[in-house]
């Protein structure tokens, strides 16, 4: 029995180490921006973003492709700066947030490219369609003790997303050609996280 015991031990002492290296972080949504932009009449661009959100990221420096995250959007929370805009996004023409409270994304696959970057698949959820989509992911920051004793990391992601494969098609057509709004929406997430301690 004590050898027994003695062998269980060991076996523990030996997984520790691949345990210790595996840690989960929480966004920090007071300094995280979930931004985005779409062109306007064809020749600027609209940004706006979205100031609800959460998320959480379980992250394995030691093998970065068994990494996790998933993320959820209060899609009310959209903000462009322009009231009338913003109650128009919020409707039925566009993200009709009373039937789609919320956009989400579960990560899938995690690769990392030569240059340190991070290419995370994983599936959108916006509208109540679900499609694939790819986050450019620059490398996470080194962690950072805080005033306050919360260690801290961070980094940026980008993607491009087509509006109309999920579904969100409102548009109107110019006098002397094109339309209003793009379909290519550009996001940019910017992401501080804090790590949970065990």
Not at 5 to 15: D, H, N, P, Q
Not at 18 to 29: P, V, Y
Not at 144 to 171: E, M, S, V, Y
Request: proline share 2%.
């Amino acid at each position: 029995m004590k050898r027994f015991v003695s062998i269980c031990a060991l076996g523990i002492a030996l997984f520790m180490p691949d345990f210790a290296l595996a840690s989960t972080w929480k966004i920090d949504q007071d300094h995280s921006n979930v931004g985005f932009s779409v062109k306007h009449l064809m020749v600027s661009n609209v940004r706006g973003s979205f100031t609800r959100f959460s998320g959480t990221v379980d992250l394995d420096d030691r093998d970065i492709t068994a990494s996790r995250v998933s993320a959820s959007i209060d899609a009310s929370s959209i903000n462009t700066n322009v009231q009338k805009r913003d109650d128009h996004l919020r409707g039925a023409d566009f993200f009709d947030v009373a039937k789609y409270p919320n956009i989400t994304f579960v990560s899938k696959k995690w690769i990392r490219s030569a240059d340190g970057r991070l290419k995370v698949t994983g599936n959108l959820t916006m509208h109540g369609t679900t499609r694939e989509v790819v986050l450019n992911v620059d490398p996470f920051s080194r962690e950072i003790r805080d005033a306050w004793g919360k260690t801290r990391r961070g980094t940026t992601a980008t993607a491009r997303i087509n509006r109309q494969d999920f579904g969100i098609t409102w548009n109107k057509a110019l006098d002397a050609g094109g339309v209003t709004i793009g379909n290519e929406v550009d996001i940019v997430l910017d992401i501080e996280m804090i790590k949970s301690e065990q």
